[in-house]
């Protein structure tokens, strides 16, 4: 891989100056296409956890292991040194090798015969999927001045929401018309295609060109001394660990829910692929992007706007969780599912925006690394896990909804993630102030 220093800037000079040019945007589409299929890969294990559970007889506590502790083991701890290698050489590169890694892995997974071959392959799914996520935040970073992150952040992780929809819309129906393997094999097809064609899309920008010259610094940052520096300093540390237990809610409820709404509610495989993808897709989407344009909005009086945000928009979810739970049928659990599902995102744009603006240019990569195995190992590999284990432990007593008391347990993540959130607003407020004074 060639220096990313040899790289000439790819961004316009007018972006400097706060204007963005149009090779921005498409290496933000291109990069958002990449993301979509990265949590599309990811999502069909849940998406199609009735029909996969009917062939190979894998239990809710298999199922939660294979979208939880097994998945989340590879993805963070190898996110660490994929970001470390990306922050040393070209990032795009990087992503495009991680893509087709984790493709043909999804690939794999339709092809398994029993629960150990689903479990290496989804294990390599979390290994390619490592080097997707942080490479792509410091390019957009590069590509965006300041003051123009959040919101392009927020549309590069709407490729979650849209990642969920079209895995639910286009996975339903394909598994519905045929089988769910081929599912698997075709989109995971189309990944490979995709890291081929992302080289030649997405040109390596400068790394710090649009920052303040006085924060970018002249040498590359050392692995263990960005991790120092990300562990000690508190506002890092909380953003990661609100993040990290908000996701326990995130991923426990996504990777249950479709079997939740099939086994409990009486949805079909038909109906998931309509009317649950649309409420995924258009409420995971329109709270990341109103999440987004909120923090450029509310971030330039204040940094606090970081924390309360997402700590309001989670108190705001909870009543809206728990009468989706308790809904009688699968179309009144759906509108409200809509609530959670808007509300339940805020947290990601503004974490992401928080970490990249609060690091220097040459740890962006490694530090978006860090903020994501500390959120995604705390929230999937715990989340799903706990549910699972909970829907086998009340099967024997409540064999009719096990499901919905396992989700029922998440609800006191949302309490613990608010107060997180709101201890992160209170050191936000005593940094700002320290920042004044000091002028």
Same mark, same amino acid.
């Given at each position: 891989?060639?220096?990313?220093?040899?790289?000439?800037?790819?961004?316009?000079?007018?972006?400097?100056?706060?204007?963005?040019?149009?090779?921005?945007?498409?290496?933000?589409?291109?990069?958002?296409?990449?993301?979509?299929?990265?949590?599309?890969?990811?999502?069909?294990?849940?998406?199609?956890?009735?029909?996969?559970?009917?062939?190979?007889?894998?239990?809710?506590?298999?199922?939660?292991?294979?979208?939880?502790?097994?998945?989340?083991?590879?993805?963070?701890?190898?996110?660490?040194?994929? !970001?470390?290698?990306?922050?040393?050489?070209?990032?795009? @590169?990087? $992503?495009? +090798? #991680?893509? =087709?890694?984790?493709? &043909? %892995?999804?690939?794999?997974?339709?092809?398994?015969?029993?629960?150990?071959?689903?479990?290496?392959?989804?294990?390599?799914?979390?290994?390619?999927?490592?080097?997707?996520?942080?490479?792509?935040?410091?390019?957009?970073?590069?590509?965006?001045?300041?003051?123009?992150?959040?919101?392009?952040? !927020?549309?590069?992780?709407?490729?979650?929401?849209?990642? @969920?929809? $079209?895995? +639910? #819309?286009? =996975?339903?129906?394909? &598994? %519905?018309?045929?089988?769910?393997?081929?599912?698997?094999?075709?989109?995971?097809?189309?990944?490979?295609?995709?890291?081929?064609?992302?080289?030649?899309?997405?040109?390596?920008?400068?790394?710090?060109?649009?920052?303040?010259?006085?924060?970018?610094?002249?040498?590359?940052?050392?692995?263990? !001394?960005?991790?120092?520096?990300?562990?000690?300093?508190?506002?890092?540390?909380?953003?990661?660990? =609100?993040?990290?237990?908000?996701?326990?809610?995130?991923?426990?409820?996504?990777?249950?829910?479709?079997?939740?709404?099939?086994?409990?509610?009486?949805?079909?495989?038909?109906?998931?692929?309509?009317?649950?993808?649309?409420?995924?897709?258009?409420?995971?989407?329109?709270?990341?992007?109103?999440?987004?344009?909120?923090?450029?909005?509310?971030?330039?009086?204040?940094?606090?706007?970081?924390?309360?945000?997402?700590?309001?928009?989670?108190?705001?979810?909870?009543?809206?969780?728990?009468?989706?739970?308790?809904?009688?049928?699968?179309?009144?659990?759906?509108?409200?599912?809509?609530?959670?599902?808007?509300?339940?995102?805020?947290?990601?744009?503004?974490?992401?925006?928080?970490?990249?603006?609060?690091?220097?240019?040459?740890?962006?990569?490694?530090?978006?690394?860090?903020?994501?195995?500390?959120?995604?190992?705390?929230?999937?590999?715990?989340?799903?896990?706990?549910?699972?284990?909970?829907?086998?432990?009340?099967?024997?007593?409540?064999?009719?909804?096990?499901?919905?008391?396992?989700?029922?347990?998440?609800?006191?993540?949302?309490?613990?993630?608010?107060?997180?959130?709101?201890?992160?607003?209170?050191?936000?407020?005593?940094?700002?102030?320290?920042?004044?004074?000091?002028?």
């Amino acid at each position: 891989m060639s220096q990313t220093d040899a790289i000439a800037p790819a961004v316009p000079h007018s972006a400097g100056t706060g204007g963005v040019g149009s090779r921005a945007w498409v290496a933000l589409g291109a990069l958002w296409f990449i993301y979509v299929l990265n949590f599309l890969d990811r999502q069909l294990l849940s998406i199609l956890a009735k029909p996969i559970q009917d062939t190979l007889h894998i239990t809710d506590s298999q199922l939660g292991l294979l979208g939880g502790l097994y998945f989340a083991f590879f993805y963070c701890f190898i996110a660490i040194p994929v !970001g470390w290698l990306a922050d040393r050489t070209n990032r795009v @590169a990087v $992503l495009a +090798i #991680a893509c =087709g890694i984790w493709s &043909a %892995a999804t690939m794999a997974c339709g092809l398994s015969r029993n629960f150990g071959q689903l479990a290496v392959s989804r294990m390599t799914v979390g290994f390619g999927e490592a080097g997707g996520v942080p490479p792509s935040y410091a390019i957009i970073t590069d590509y965006f001045p300041p003051g123009r992150r959040g919101m392009a952040l !927020g549309i590069y992780n709407l490729g979650p929401p849209i990642g @969920a929809a $079209l895995g +639910i #819309a286009f =996975g339903a129906s394909i &598994a %519905a018309a045929f089988s769910w393997r081929l599912a698997f094999v075709v989109i995971g097809a189309v990944g490979l295609v995709a890291a081929a064609a992302v080289m030649f899309v997405v040109k390596e920008p400068k790394r710090g060109g649009l920052d303040p010259a006085n924060a970018v610094g002249a040498e590359k940052a050392s692995f263990w !001394g960005t991790v120092r520096m990300f562990f000690s300093r508190p506002s890092l540390v909380l953003a990661s660990a =609100g993040s990290g237990v908000t996701q326990i809610i995130t991923y426990g409820l996504g990777n249950f829910a479709t079997l939740f709404l099939m086994r409990e509610k009486g949805m079909t495989l038909q109906d998931v692929a309509l009317w649950y993808a649309l409420v995924v897709g258009i409420g995971m989407s329109g709270g990341i992007f109103v999440s987004g344009w909120l923090i450029d909005r509310f971030t330039r009086r204040s940094k606090q706007a970081y924390a309360v945000l997402p700590a309001l928009s989670l108190a705001l979810a909870i009543p809206f969780y728990l009468a989706f739970v308790w809904a009688p049928t699968w179309p009144l659990a759906l509108a409200f599912l809509i609530g959670p599902t808007f509300l339940n995102y805020f947290y990601l744009s503004s974490s992401v925006a928080l970490v990249q603006a609060e690091v220097r240019p040459d740890q962006r990569v490694m530090s978006g690394a860090l903020l994501l195995l500390v959120m995604n190992f705390v929230g999937m590999g715990v989340g799903p896990t706990i549910v699972g284990y909970a829907s086998d432990f009340f099967r024997a007593a409540h064999p009719e909804n096990s499901l919905q008391i396992a989700l029922y347990a998440l609800t006191p993540f949302y309490l613990a993630a608010i107060a997180l959130f709101l201890w992160l607003a209170k050191v936000l407020g005593r940094d700002t102030s320290r920042a004044g004074g000091a002028q």
